[in-house]
């Protein structure tokens, strides 16, 4: 698994705005699996969180390489499936590795999960959101990314 630190700085692709693709509030054109208030269940149920005007006719989680290929070559990091991180949660980065490898525990109760999934609100879609989860949670919007070193 990626580091929480790795997986920010992939998603950001030298972008320092807000959200993976900048400051706006919504994407200028289809970049990922996210929340739109075009997208409509099978049973016609509406997003309450959507993002205004976006539309990837997705939902629920989308085929991998479904969408564009990002900055630095990877797929699905904009949405799809939040994904869980090496990184134990920690509340701040006080104390954090200055390296960027994984912040651990012995005992840790609870993991970094980072990134939007095809259900999120907006304010989860940005760059730097994350959430504490029971290492033994599972749900239909998280999911992992296998990391390999060059």
Same mark, same amino acid.
């Given at each position: ?24 509030? +919504?994407? +200028? &054109? ?24 976006? @539309? ?14 990002? @900055? ?44 939007? &999934? ?26 992992? @990314? ?5």
């Amino acid at each position: 698994l990626p580091s929480e630190a790795e997986f920010e700085y992939v998603l950001r692709a030298g972008n320092e705005g807000t959200y993976p693709w900048g400051n706006d509030d +919504k994407p +200028k &054109s289809i970049v990922g699996n996210l929340a739109g208030d075009g997208d409509l269940s099978t049973v016609s149920r509406h997003w309450g969180n959507a993002i205004p005007g976006y @539309r990837d006719a997705f939902w629920g989680p989308a085929p991998v390489r479904n969408f564009a290929v990002e @900055r630095f070559g990877t797929y699905d990091m904009i949405g799809n499936v939040s994904e869980w991180t090496q990184d134990c949660w920690h509340e701040s980065y006080q104390r954090a590795p200055a390296d960027g490898t994984a912040w651990l525990n012995p005992g840790c109760p609870q993991r970094t999960v980072r990134g939007a &999934s095809w259900a999120s609100a907006l304010e989860q879609v940005r760059s730097a959101s994350r959430l504490p989860m029971a290492p033994d949670a599972s749900t239909a919007r998280l999911g992992f @990314r296998v990391v390999r070193e060059l």
